[in-house]
């Protein structure tokens, strides 16, 4: 007897990876009005995407509210009764992209199996694809954040911290007792991200997946050893499924 699925929830769209002036998200006039509530939650997504492209395009200092309201389609009175200004709005679209991505990451972590070194690896692959798959919103939150203020800076760093999670069954680390366990993984995790973040800012973006093997070894030899490191450091092969992409990107990266 077959066991019904539970239907999944639509995925939710990264900013950035859909053009704001989107035609299917354009506001239908007619006898049939929608809400209001709708009415703000789609023009609040539109202005995410414009947000990411033109602060992306332009960098953070130089993308305007007007630029960004005319990348989304949407009014600047439509926008301030959304946003307090520039900088609420970036957080606002930082805070919902990462979440997004932590999501597509932890499915990953728990979906590669019981072995850590597997599951670390598919976390990361996870975040290098969905980065490249939308460029926009891999520049805006891990170069631009940094010129957004500091209230984007303590977010950025609060998001280095929750990934200290994809550590905890990394096991004990080095034997010796010299090593702090805690800074090791905090020193692990920076480096990760001043990695991805270099490649973001020099580019191409698109050419992110090529760091896995460097970032599985790198973050997995602190904990396991050469030889064990060495053994899950690998490209990207058939047996390791489909690429992963950002809800409503394209499926290859652009």
């Not at 698109?206 to 093997?213: I, Q, V």
């Amino acid at each position: 007897m077959s066991t019904l699925r539970r239907p999944q929830p639509a995925p939710i769209p990264l900013p950035g990876a859909r053009p704001g002036r989107d035609p299917d998200r354009a506001i239908k006039r007619g006898p049939r009005r929608v809400s209001a509530e709708v009415v703000a939650a789609t023009q609040r997504d539109r202005l995410f995407d414009g947000l990411v492209q033109e602060v992306a395009t332009k960098g953070y200092e130089n993308a305007r509210v007007t630029d960004i309201c005319r990348a989304a389609g949407v009014t600047r009175p439509a926008f301030y009764a959304l946003f307090t200004g520039k900088e609420d709005a970036f957080l606002a679209a930082y805070r919902h992209g990462i979440a997004v991505v932590s999501q597509l990451m932890e499915n990953a972590y728990r979906d590669a199996g019981p072995d850590w070194p597997d599951a670390a690896r598919a976390a990361l692959r996870t975040l290098l694809e969905v980065l490249a798959s939308v460029p926009a919103f891999a520049r805006m939150a891990l170069v631009e954040v940094d010129a957004a203020g500091p209230d984007a800076r303590r977010e950025r760093d609060a998001l280095l911290t929750s990934f200290r999670r994809f550590f905890a069954d990394a096991g004990p680390g080095p034997a010796t007792g010299d090593v702090d366990r805690d800074l090791l993984v905090s020193t692990v995790v920076g480096g990760l991200h001043a990695t991805i973040r270099g490649r973001v800012a020099q580019g191409p973006i698109e050419e992110l997946p090529l760091l896995l093997p460097v970032l599985t070894y790198a973050a997995t030899a602190p904990f396991l050893g050469r030889d064990a490191a060495s053994r899950a450091t690998r490209p990207v092969s058939p047996g390791d499924g489909p690429s992963a992409t950002a809800p409503c990107a394209p499926s290859e990266p652009h």
